[in-house]
Nanobody, 114 residues
Framework: QVQLVESGGGLVQPGGSLRLSCAAS????????VSWFRQAPGKEREWVAS????????NYANSVKGRFTISRDNAKNTVYLQMNSLKPEDTAIYYC???????WGQGTQVTVSS
């Protein structure tokens, strides 16, 4: 069955960087579309970025475009989210999800604060 384990979150100062990982099992990241979402306190979960099936094309929310990069390592069956120039408004729990499944991981907390 589909399982997703997010990691790499933490506390970082504004302007800093983090790289999140989404370790997948039960499916192959190289042939499926995987997305990152985030949920800030008191707000609805929102889409952040996607990487699409075999072509590996990517798409980003306007709020993160130019700062975040989604990528994948097929050998490790893992999807990454490189986050640069972090802002306090990026503070949230970050989740990954594969298209076609309702399974969510436990998420990883990102806190951007001085």
């Amino acid at each position: 069955q589909v399982q997703l384990v997010e990691s790499g979150g933490g506390l970082v100062q504004p302007g800093g960087s983090l790289r999140l990982s989404c370790a997948a099992s039960g499916f192959t990241v190289g042939t499926n579309s995987v997305s990152w979402f985030r949920q800030a306190p008191g707000k609805e979960r929102e889409w952040v970025a996607s990487i699409y099936d075999r072509l590996g094309s990517t798409n980003y929310a306007n709020s993160v475009k130019g700062r975040f990069t989604i990528s994948r390592d097929n050998a490790k069956n893992t999807v990454y989210l490189q986050m640069n120039s972090l802002k306090p408004e990026d503070t949230a729990i970050y989740y990954c999800k594969v298209l076609g499944s309702n399974v969510w991981g436990q998420g990883t907390q990102v806190t951007v604060s001085s």
